[in-house]
């Protein structure tokens, strides 16, 4: 911890990280919402990330964004709550994704066209790399996650218990409201997942991850697609990393309005990459 490490309050951490974002207090962006969110045991914890943010800004998000206009100013500015340095990924969005992102303090990595989640990851891993990030906390665009959740996600990671951290939906104190026909897709997707990649997790789609530098530096995502998501635990697996999961909430409420893929064929896709890996690297179960 750096020798100029002060007892900052809560609400001087916010005021600084606002300002770092240059995004002034006065203006109306729902701050005093975001602060109604963040209750007395959880501001602990936020404070110990503001200090190595302050002082070290190497806590880094990193959000996935194709078309997501309407949702991507409040992700960074929530997200900027918590981190030293926001990252959008555009992944060839038509719409004004990347001006909002980028007016609203986040730093964008652009790509001229869409080329797969699976891309957009490893543009942002490469980035966190590169910036010498010591976490990297992901999450998509769409709002169905919400970023005042990162200081618990990330809290396995801090505390030396983790390299790898996934907010599941489905473990103890999850609050969602996954559709059914999803809940079944992902149920099987993890399932097979966690057969063949050796670790027993209960969600092996959610968006919400965060990585820790070992991490970044072991992690080498080669699939473009959503296969990527389950490649994370195969590479995980092969490099002796340890994965957590703890409990987030998920909101879908706009899933149909938000969603820009067919999920059969983004579940079989999925689950083509699952067995595409037990074959090239002869999983043993």
Known sequence: MSTHEKDYSYEEYVRKMHKSHKVHLDQKVGLAQMLEKVDAE?????????????????????????????????????????????????????DMTRVIARENGADVLEHEKNMGYGATMQT??????????????????????????????????????????IGSRFVNGARMDVPLYRRIGILVITLL??????????????????????????????????GSSVEVFFKAHHAGLRIVEV?????????????????????????ASIFSHVIREGVRL
Request: aromatic share 6%; with cysteine; glycine share 8%.
């Open 124 to 165: 942002l891993l490469r980035k966190a790399r590169e910036l010498g990030a010591d976490v990297l906390v992901v999450f998509d665009g769409d709002g169905q996650h919400d970023p005042d959740e990162i200081p618990e996600l990330i809290k396995p990671i801090l505390e030396g218990r983790a390299d790898i951290v």
């Open 193 to 226: 997942t966690g057969i063949f990649s050796g670790y027993p997790i209960s969600d092996a789609q959610s968006g919400f991850r965060a990585f820790n530098r070992r991490a970044l530096e072991e992690l080498n995502i080669t699939e473009i697609g959503w």
């Open 247 to 271: 409990p987030v909430d998920c909101d879908y409420k706009d899933y149909p309005k938000a969603s820009k893929h067919d999920p059969l064929k983004q579940g079989i896709s999925i689950v």
């Open 42 to 94: 959880n501001r602990e914890l936020t404070r110990e990330v503001a200090r190595q943010a302050l002082y070290n800004p190497s806590i880094i998000a990193g959000i996935p964004a194709y078309n997501e206009e309407r949702t991507i100013a409040q992700m960074v500015l929530k997200a900027g709550c918590h981190v030293g340095k926001v990252l959008v990924c555009d992944d060839g969005s038509k």
